[in-house]
């Protein structure tokens, strides 16, 4: 669903930047490397990231915004993505850290939001766990609609859209079914870039 240009990520995330923060970096049970962190990235992380139900165990880096010290989830309909992340921001701080336990809780939270079905943004879905908001994200002139964390439609960064090359903005909002409309943001959706080291490593 997702057309990320991970080429553009592999660059982004392993350029050197004059006084940047060093972190461990990894996916699964690959090898570690150390890579230093873009400026804006000012925390390491060691998180357990669930794509669609797949655990996977990510260390690297990330910014602050990120870090909130909770869950982060967001609910498609046809995909689910959650991350636990423990954060640091010392040089290399993340390098003998372990994972923290995986995201898991599907408890109905009481929000019901719109999701697409191809082009069709219609269909209803039930909100799980921490995910309090709805949201709409524009990518690359690709809507769709879900449930998201309160720390997700919180998360921004400069502009990614420019790193990924194609654009890239999401709107959040408070209440059932407040996502029908087509609207678009400023804030960033930034849950994909940790979730992006699960296919970089």
Known sequence: MFNVNLKCLI???????????????????????QITCPSAFTQCF????????????????????????????????????????????TDNCN?????????T??????????????TVCNKTLTCQGVENRCITA?????????????????AT???LSQVLGQ???TTCCSGNLCNNAMRTGQSVFLLLVPLAFIKLF
């Open 157 to 159: 960064i400069g502009d």
């Open 95 to 103: 390098t003998n850290t372990t994972a923290p336990a995986a995201y």
């Open 46 to 89: 060691t998180g357990n990231i669930s794509f669609g139900g797949t655990f996977t165990s990510v260390k690297s880096c990330t910014t602050s915004n990120i870090c909130t010290g909770g869950a982060l989830s967001i609910n498609l309909g046809s995909v689910r993505v959650t991350e636990n992340l423990n954060c640091c921001a």
């Open 11 to 33: 660059v982004f995330f392993t350029c050197s930047v004059a006084t940047s923060l060093s972190c461990s970096a990894c996916a699964g049970t690959d090898a570690c490397t």
């Open 167 to 169: 654009a890239f903005n």
């Open 138 to 154: 524009d990518l690359s002139n690709q809507i769709v609609k879900g449930c998201a964390s309160n720390s997700v439609c919180t």
């Open 105 to 118: 809780d599907t408890t109905p939270s009481g929000l019901k939001c719109y999701y697409c079905d191809g």
